[in-house]
Each structure stands twice: as C-alpha cells, then as structure tokens.
DNA sequence: CGCGCTCCCTGGCCGC
DNA sequence: TGCGGCCAGGGAGCGC
C-alpha cells in the first residue's frame, strides 16, 4: 500500500540495515518487473557497499559506492502497488515465494526480500549525474514535506488548471508522493469537495491545504515508524491504519466531523471518498 | 498542451 | 467449493 509514508517507513526500515554494509549476494528470479532490469542488474550491485538511502516522491533511492573519484551509482526502487520490502536475518532465505523477485544479502547476515504479486514496481540503475535527469525523476513536483512546498507553490501549479483537485493533487508533477489515500484524506481535512476545479480553488483555501497535507503526511508516517521492528518489515499490512483513515475505505460510514455518511465516486477511474457537507 | 481513459498483472473477496 | 465479476493504494501512454 505504498504512497510516501509507506515508502518512507520501508526507506527507515531499510536504512537501520543496510547503511553501510556491503551486498554480499544479490539474485534477480525474473529478468523484469513492471520493465526490464537493466543489463548486468545483480552484477553491478553485488559487492558495493550501501552510503545511504534516500527517498524522492515514492522513490527508494539506494547509494552505492562506486569506486575513488566515481559518483556514486543510485539503486531506484519503486513498490508499485503491492511491492514489500521483507527484511529478515539470518543469511539467504531459506523459503522462497511465488512473487519474492529479487533477493539480497548483506555482509552484516540480513537478508532483504522484494516481494511484489502485482508486478507493477520497478527497479534501475541510475548512473553518476544523471540523477536529476532520470525519466522518473525529472518531471516530479515538490516534497510534499520539503520548506519548498508552500501555498504559493501550490497557488501557482494549480493556476488555470480545468482538472478535479482530486485529479490534481494526484498528478506527482504537482506535489510528488501522494496517492489516491492520501488525496483523499488532505481534502477532507481541507474540507475541499474532490471534484471542485483545481484552478478555482480559491488562495485562501489552498493555504489551508497545505499543511493538512503535511500534517497528514507526518502522522502517517508517525504511525507507520511506531510500528516498525527491525526485522518484520512494516508495509502498511499491520492494520493500523484501517482506524487512521478518516474517510478512505469508509462509504456510508458516518463522517467523523459532522455524522452524515461518507461517500464514495469514481474519479479517473480510481475511488475517492469524502463528506459532501463538510466538502465544499 | 492538458486532460481522461485504458491498460499493465495478480490476488482477494463477495455473491451466486 | 467453484466460479465469475469486481476491486485494489501507481503511473505510462495514447487519443481527443
């Protein structure tokens, strides 16, 4: 269920881990995910010590040492829809699954197992420099969570846009790491109606939005470290945020705010949930 | 160019 | 219990 405090949560998980240590073995079982591995994919990480990880958007970006007076290369994860990250000690895995399909090892015994049945995650090598000009990377919009996305930010990318909100705020050159949960929950708490055109939201009203975005963001993710071990791997399966939502997943519940019942349309294709009284 | 629709793939769940 | 239909949190690509 990976949006930006899924994957922030996987990214912490990750890090606590691999931060310095070396992968020691690393098998790819298919020769693609949602695309093809690049070419030499396991050979060109295996033995490479791990610097850091990162996150950009729904990015897991992983930095590998690359030799003196070499950038480093990045190691990009995408989870897709069901993509988990199943971190785990004790060596290679002994049990190995229908959709685990790429297993690594470090140098400290853990192993890490990318498990994803719907297939639509992705997986690249990104050369030294040529971070910001990766095809997933160029077009993205703001962090949501970075100083830099401010209302005004949000004022002028939205300006003249004849697009729902809802469309908008999922569209990731406009702000980069929410999903179709996350829309509609920062709505609800901006009591903006889902469909209400994206260029004439008022500012006032936009200014308002932004930190409910944050805010949402930042619990979610409080939400998602409370629960992280550093073996069984968090992705968001544990339950708890069935009760963390206010409105996704909840049709005909009543509205935490003001009782009347919660409901639910088809925007783009994909749900959107929200309260038609307190949504306007 | 901006927008909405369709599709990629698989599994889980619901109703019959 | 089996089966068909529907649903799913991402996002690229295409056509209008």
Excluded at 29 to 40: A, G, N, S
Excluded at 112 to 130: K, S, Y
Excluded at 145 to 173: E, H, N, V, Y
């Amino acid at each position: 269920m990976p949006e930006l405090p899924e994957v922030e949560t996987t990214r912490r998980g990750l890090a606590m881990q691999l931060e310095g240590r070396k992968i020691a073995r690393i098998e790819a079982r298919r020769p693609d995910l949602r695309w093809p591995l690049p070419r030499d994919f396991a050979a060109r990480i295996q033995g490479r010590r791990v610097l850091g990880l990162e996150r950009r958007a729904k990015y897991i970006l992983i930095r590998l040492e690359n030799g003196p007076g070499q950038g480093d290369l990045i190691w990009l994860i995408h989870l897709g829809m069901s993509g988990r990250m199943l971190l785990r000690p004790g060596g290679w895995p002994n049990a190995i699954g229908k959709h685990d399909h790429v297993i690594f090892t470090t140098d400290a015994g853990w192993s890490v197992t990318f498990n994803d049945a719907r297939r639509f995650g992705a997986m690249d090598l990104i050369e030294p420099g040529e971070l910001a000009s990766h095809k997933l990377l160029r077009d993205l919009g703001p962090e949501p969570l970075d100083d830099a996305f401010t209302p005004a930010a949000l004022i002028a990318a939205l300006k003249g846009r004849r697009t729902p909100m809802k469309s908008a705020l999922l569209d990731q050159s406009v702000v980069a790491g929410l999903g179709n949960i996350y829309v509609s929950e920062a709505l609800f708490r901006a009591g903006i109606h889902p469909e209400r055109l994206a260029g004439c939201v008022s500012p006032k009203r936009l200014q308002r939005l932004v930190p409910e975005i944050k805010q949402v963001l930042l619990e979610a993710i409080a939400a998602g470290g409370s629960s992280l071990r550093d073996y069984v791997q968090s992705d968001g399966e544990l339950g708890y945020f069935q009760t963390f939502f206010r409105v996704y997943g909840h049709e005909g519940d009543p509205c935490p705010a003001c009782g009347r019942p919660v409901r639910r349309i088809v925007q783009a294709g994909r749900s959107t949930f929200f309260c038609a009284a307190c949504q306007t």
